[in-house]
């Protein structure tokens, strides 16, 4: 079982930091047809996250913590028109991973692009 909110002062948990970056603002859907006959358009930010600590939804829960939660995040209020499931995905993307593995002398990378840039209406 794990919390589904950052502990309280006094509160027992973990300790966890998430380093963030903001790379972009935009508004989010770029096209508002995407979500069906809404007309509505939120504002939202492009970030780059690194989690410095490694808990079971970190990133989620830090954000919607600071009041940001990640599009799409069912669980975490990442519906801005309270519609659970209303996004076709959540908008979290590991872009490039690094993985110590046993048999390697040195860490493995993993790139994967990411289209959300692209998704962001000016």
């Known amino acids: ?8 002062d006094g509160e027992p948990g973990e300790e966890a930091e998430t380093w963030v970056k903001v790379l972009r603002v935009g508004s989010w859907p770029k096209e508002p047809s995407i979500i069906g006959a809404s007309s509505s358009v939120v504002e939202v930010a492009l970030v780059e996250c690194r989690p410095v600590t490694g808990r079971r939804h970190q990133i989620r829960l830090h954000l919607a ?34 993985l110590p593995l046993p048999s390697e002398p040195a860490p493995v990378e993993i790139e994967a692009s990411c289209s959300f840039a692209e998704e962001l209406g000016s």
Request: hydrophobic share 35%.
């Open 1 to 8: 079982s794990f919390a589904r909110r950052v502990a309280r």
């Open 65 to 98: 913590a600071a009041g940001v939660p990640i599009l799409g995040d069912d669980t975490y209020g990442g519906q801005p028109f309270g519609e659970a499931s209303g996004n076709y995905r959540m908008y979290l993307h590991a872009s490039r991973l690094e």
